[in-house]
Nanobody
């Protein structure tokens, strides 16, 4: 019922920047929190950054000062600006949203992911 589509991933050199986007669509009544998670090869998925509907943010310690999450609620879109990228940032980045469908409660929805590779 809710679809999340990520874009903006790619190959970048260490120290470079990328901007990820995620658009939510479908029979959405409302969205509370949105965020970004990542999973590196052989590793568990981890939270990168989240933002509530009211604008409160949370970041993983490893990305503080380098990544910035933002939202455009009118477009049901969340962004992740990634600066000073490091090889250890290499992962598949997944968009997450807590959304409701009118008379249902809030559920977690996930995108298919976008690959970010940081390498020389």
């Amino acid at each position: 019922q809710v679809q999340l589509v990520e874009s903006g991933g790619g190959l970048v050199q260490p120290g470079g920047s990328l901007r990820l986007s995620c658009v939510a669509s479908g029979s959405i009544f409302s969205i509370d929190a949105m965020g970004w998670y990542r999973q590196a090869p052989g590793k568990e998925r981890e939270m990168v950054a989240t933002m509530t509907n009211g604008g409160y943010t949370n970041y993983a310690d490893s990305v503080k000062g380098r990544f910035t999450i933002s939202r455009d609620n009118a477009k049901n879109t969340v962004y992740l600006q990634m600066n000073s990228l490091k090889p250890e940032d290499t992962a598949v980045y997944y968009c997450n949203a807590e959304a409701s469908l009118r008379y249902s409660g809030y559920d977690d929805y996930w995108g298919q992911g976008t690959q970010v590779t940081v390498s020389s």
